[in-house]
């Protein structure tokens, strides 16, 4: 959600790399971020009074189901079940600890089609003071399953869908932050952060965590003009990742 979509699709065309497709008067605004012709995004009109933030979906079947099950597990439902046209079928609700999320529920838009490659997420993180509060709901209410990362990061782990070793994305601490409330943080892929990082710069945002290497992949946090923050994440894990040319 952004005050200005224009303003947001011209800074994030330059740090993410994005296209851009409209789909037309009838959805207010709404643009959607692409590769190619894949869709990565959605960027829309932030409404009057609420701040500019990125909100990160999860996938469901039956989006009244699983709002029936958010608020039977503690959580919160923002935006009831409603129709997006024909193009699918979302809620906006908050875990019982108040980190904010979406569910959309697919009609003719599958939601993102790139991921894990530049321009697509690439990874999200729950920051909860509870995490294992939110561990119970999430695990409740969509079925994820948790591991522990290897180096053992104190609060951490990864989830994952049932029965897949892959995992979607981490649950823990505030990791330094405690003052901040629960929050999804999404990382999108990029083909080299020390660019994105100058255009975030150059287009007035503000970097929050300067690059740094990680054994993932080279990492940036960044904030946009309109304060939305969000992470992008260069892999270098492969021979000849850092070598462009």
């Given at each position: 959600?952004?005050?200005?979509?224009?303003?947001?699709?011209?800074?994030?065309?330059?740090?993410?790399?994005?296209?851009?497709?409209?789909?037309?008067?009838?959805?207010?605004?709404?643009?959607?971020?692409?590769?190619?012709?894949?869709?990565?995004?959605?960027?829309?009109?932030?409404?009057?009074?609420?701040p500019?933030?990125?909100?990160?979906?999860?996938?469901?079947?039956?989006?009244?189901?699983?709002?029936?099950?958010?608020?039977?597990?503690?959580?919160?439902?923002?935006?009831?079940?409603?129709?997006?046209?024909?193009?699918?079928?979302?809620?906006?609700g908050a875990?019982?600890?108040?980190?904010?999320?979406?569910?959309?529920?697919?009609?003719?838009?599958?939601?993102?089609?790139?991921?894990?490659?530049?321009?697509?997420?690439?990874?999200?993180?729950?920051?909860?003071?509870?995490?294992d509060?939110?561990?119970?709901?999430?695990?409740?209410?969509?079925?994820?399953?948790?591991?522990?990362?290897?180096?053992?990061?104190?609060?951490y782990?990864?989830?994952?869908?049932?029965?897949?070793?892959?995992?979607?994305?981490?649950?823990?601490?505030?990791?330094?932050?405690?003052?901040?409330?629960?929050?999804?943080?999404?990382?999108?892929?990029?083909?080299?952060?020390?660019?994105?990082?100058?255009?975030?710069?150059?287009?007035?945002?503000?970097?929050?965590?300067?690059?740094f290497?990680?054994?993932?992949?080279?990492?940036?946090?960044?904030?946009?003009?309109?304060?939305?923050?969000?992470?992008?994440?260069?892999?270098?894990?492969?021979?000849?990742?850092?070598?462009?040319?």
């Amino acid at each position: 959600m952004s005050p200005d979509v224009e303003d947001a699709r011209e800074f994030y065309g330059r740090v993410v790399g994005w296209d851009f497709q409209d789909t037309g008067d009838d959805y207010g605004g709404y643009v959607i971020a692409a590769v190619g012709p894949s869709a990565a995004a959605g960027i829309g009109p932030a409404p009057e009074g609420l701040p500019s933030a990125w909100t990160m979906y999860f996938a469901s079947d039956d989006v009244d189901k699983t709002a029936t099950s958010v608020t039977e597990n503690g959580g919160t439902i923002m935006m009831p079940p409603g129709d997006v046209g024909d193009l699918g079928r979302l809620f906006v609700g908050a875990d019982p600890t108040g980190a904010v999320f979406g569910v959309w529920q697919a009609g003719t838009n599958i939601g993102a089609e790139v991921v894990n490659e530049p321009g697509g997420m690439i990874w999200e993180d729950l920051r909860s003071p509870e995490p294992d509060a939110a561990r119970e709901f999430y695990g409740a209410v969509f079925g994820h399953t948790f591991s522990p990362l290897a180096d053992d990061v104190p609060d951490y782990t990864t989830f994952h869908t049932p029965g897949q070793e892959a995992p979607l994305g981490g649950m823990g601490g505030m990791m330094g932050s405690p003052a901040a409330p629960a929050h999804w943080i999404l990382y999108f892929a990029v083909a080299d952060t020390d660019a994105s990082v100058a255009a975030a710069e150059a287009g007035g945002g503000t970097i929050v965590a300067p690059a740094f290497d990680t054994s993932y992949g080279r990492m940036a946090g960044i904030t946009d003009p309109a304060g939305a923050t969000f992470w992008v994440m260069q892999d270098t894990s492969q021979p000849g990742a850092d070598e462009e040319g």
